[in-house]
Each structure stands twice: as C-alpha cells, then as structure tokens.
C-alpha cells in the first residue's frame, strides 16, 4: 500500500510550496502532486515587483526557484501526476492520479488558476504557431516582429511591458477605452514608445496559412472590422492573450463547496470538508497575488498540523 503521508498538496505554485515549507517545518511528511511544471501560472510572469523582499529584476522563474528549493530542504517530496478523482470523506483521504494513488490524512488543494481563452476561431490552431499566453516563454520568438497583447489588466500590460524588450512595436487590444492595470504600471505603459494602444476592440478572428498571418478585430463602439495584417518582409505576428485566468477546479466539483468555481474556505482555508484545505488562487478571495498564495498556504498548512494532532 503507498505511504500515508500526513499532507498531500495539489498543486505546486507558490500557495503550494509556501504550504511545503510550513509543513515540513512542522516535520509533517509532506507531497507535493504537480500535474505539469512547478510553479503554476507565477513562471509565467517576466517581472514581479510586488512581493515583499523580493530581488531587484524578480521574475517568477527566480522567485518559485526559490521557494522550492526552500521546500525540498524541509524535506517536501514531489511527484508529477494529475489528479482525477478523489474520496475526501474518511479520516484517510484517497487521491486517484493518472499514474498512481496517494493516501493522505490531510489535503491541501492549491491547483492555481489557467489563462482564460479569447474564444474565437483560429486561437486553437495558432496556439504555439503566434497565439502565447506566456510572454516569459515566447517572446524571443518574436524578436523585431510586430506584437499584439490581448486585455487590459496588470498582467497585460506587464508582459506589454515586457515584450517591449523582443518586439518591435506591442499594441494592446482592449475591449474599453482605459486600462484596469494598477497605475504604476499604467503610467510606464503609456511613456514607453513602442506601445500603441487598439482601444474599445475585441479579437474576432485570427487566420492565416500554418503561421498566424492576419487577425480580424471587432470595433465594440462602431461594429467596424478590421484585418489586422503580418507586414510583408515578417509574415507574421505575435498575439499574446491576457484576460484573465480561470480556477483550475474541475476535477473538485461536488467534493468540497464551491461558489462560481472558486473552493469556500474560512478564514483558516478551511473547506467544508474535514482535514481538506484550499490556498491561492483557486480559493474565494479578494486579491490573487504571490503573496496572499503564499500566506494561504502558510495558514492551510498550520492548520493541517493542528487538526492531524487533534485527530490522531
Ligand atoms: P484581470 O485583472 O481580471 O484583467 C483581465 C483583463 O482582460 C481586463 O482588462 C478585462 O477587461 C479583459 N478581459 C476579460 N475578459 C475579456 C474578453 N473576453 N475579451 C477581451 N478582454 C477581456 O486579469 P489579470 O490581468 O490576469 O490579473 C489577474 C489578477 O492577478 C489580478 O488580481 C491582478 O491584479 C493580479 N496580477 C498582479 C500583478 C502584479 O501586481 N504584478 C501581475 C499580474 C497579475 P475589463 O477591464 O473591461 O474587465
């Protein structure tokens, strides 16, 4: 039978490891079920200037780095597999991967949140062939090309702002006429040179002929359509999607109590369910930050070791 480890911990972005640290500080036998890449969405992230003592030029990469390695020297062990179905119920909680079972006495479910689509025909297709939801990953393909970045937030403006160091020319599309970003970042955006703005606009359509050669773009306020074109010596262009991000929670859906996707959890990340917590973004919370991840994992994972000395 496969080991009872005190915390099993879905998901290996910062909430995650933060949850590592903290119980493996508190000597728990502690694993940490990754589907994909360490990290979760924050290695996506080129800058990050608001994490507190933080390096100068942090950047996610470095910074989950970081806090891995931190876990691993509180002996956190770590596996890859994805989670499909789960019986949380009893005192021992069964977690059903694609590759193996995992027995735990506690589970800390903290599998972040996944870039929301635009939705529109051609995004599949020329996903990886123009279409990125990662600037961090693929912005040096597009060294000296003609960059488009999709939304308004501080993610897209952010990694606007980081294309700008590739691309040629970044032009954010935004479906209103004035930014969501936080000001700082709005303020660098709108004095850097090589950003336009393509405001009031939606992507429609994005086409060409195995590279993304040309996209139609939807003025909301006229109805107007527009082709937006590869210049002739490129070929091609970039459009990098930043609209959001959605919780990763499917395979939790009738397991602990959920609102619009979000897990439910007190104040202590507790989830209806005894001895199963949430932490980060996949919880119903205010502000979806590194740092509130961290700190949900930290508090999730005391109060595993609280309720595993209450029960035994
Ligand atoms: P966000 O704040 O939800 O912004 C999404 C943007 O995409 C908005 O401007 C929204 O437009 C637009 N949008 C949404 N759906 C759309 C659609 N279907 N078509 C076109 N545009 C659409 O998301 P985010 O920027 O990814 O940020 C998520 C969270 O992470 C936020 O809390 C953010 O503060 C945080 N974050 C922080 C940092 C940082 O502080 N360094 C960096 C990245 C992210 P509207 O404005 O019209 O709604």
Known sequence: MSKLYDVVIIGGG???????????????????????KEGGQIVQTAEIENYPGGLEEESGPTLIDRMSGQA?????????????DMDLGGKEKILKGKKDTYRAKTVIIAAGASPVPIGCPGEKEFTGKGVSYCAT????FFEDF?????????????????LTKFARK?????????LRAAKSIQEKAFA???IAFMWDSVVKELKGDG???????????????????????????????????KPQSAVFEGKVEMENGY?????????????????????VKSLRQVVTAAADGAIAAVQAGKYIEENE
């Open 263 to 283: 897990i439910v959890t007190d104040a202590d990340m507790k989830t209806n369910v005894e001895g199963v917590y949430a932490a980060g973004d996949i919880r």
């Open 72 to 84: 691993d020297k509180f002996g956190a062990e770590k596996v890859l597999d994805t989670i499909e």
């Open 211 to 245: 590279l993304l050669e040309s996209m139609v773009v939807e003025n909301v306020k006229t109805k107007e359509l527009t082709e937006v074109k590869a210049d002739e010596e490129d070929g091609t262009f970039g459009v990098f999607v930043f609209i959001g991000f």
């Open 137 to 140: 990953c693929d912005a040096a």
């Open 14 to 36: 910062p909430a995650g490891l933060s949850a590592a640290l903290y119980a493996g500080r508190a000597r728990l036998s502690t694993l940490i079920i990754e589907k994909d």
């Open 146 to 162: 003609e960059v488009y970045v999709v939304g308004g937030g501080d993610s897209a403006v952010e990694e606007a702002l980081y």
């Open 192 to 194: 850097n040179e090589k």
């Open 170 to 178: 970044v032009t954010i599309i935004h479906r209103r006429d004035a």
